[in-house]
């Protein structure tokens, strides 16, 4: 079943990308949305479509956030809209649509920056999963599922990836 899903979701993101056009682009957004009903579905597609494109072209420029059609059109984005796109695909699917903001020390080769930074600290978003009381996070590069009894324990384990 999964590779049926992924194959069908490979074909909606081709037809997209092939279009090259923002209404072609909605509309597969909208097919995504309804063949993507669970977290691990969502981590899945994310992490084989995504590509990591920062907005941000100059020092001190605006970060922009994009939807997750035009993120579709675009073929990824930086964390933020990443973090969109997994709220986008998920909100009708029982999962709050809630955007964390964190400040997070990096090191180079973090699971959850596979881009080139140099060391120090950023700003970083990810989704917040909650579901039956229980946490998680869909973060750029990683997805823990909502089972751990608080949010600081799903926050921990972003810690450790972090540091190791």
């Not at 969502?42 to 059609?69: C, H, N, Q």
Request: net charge negative.
């Amino acid at each position: 079943m999964k590779k049926i899903l992924k194959l069908a979701l490979a074909t909606i993101i081709s037809t997209a990308l092939t279009a090259g056009c923002a209404t072609t682009a909605k509309t597969e957004a909208r097919k995504l949305r309804q063949n993507i009903n669970t977290p691990e579905e969502a981590s899945t597609f994310l992490g084989d479509f995504w590509r990591y494109k920062s907005d941000i072209v100059l020092p001190g420029a605006e970060d922009d956030w994009r939807s997750l059609s035009y993120s579709i059109y675009n073929g990824g984005g930086d964390c933020d809209d990443y973090t969109l796109a997994s709220m986008a695909l998920l909100s009708d699917d029982g999962f709050p649509t809630t955007m964390l903001w964190v400040r997070t020390k990096i090191t180079v080769g973090s699971p959850f920056f596979p881009f080139s930074f140099s060391q120090g600290e950023i700003g970083h978003a990810v989704h917040l999963l909650q579901k039956d009381g229980k946490y998680g996070l869909i973060g750029n590069g990683d997805f823990i599922p909502p089972k751990y009894g608080s949010l600081e324990e799903s926050f921990d384990l972003l810690a450790n990836y972090n540091a190791n």
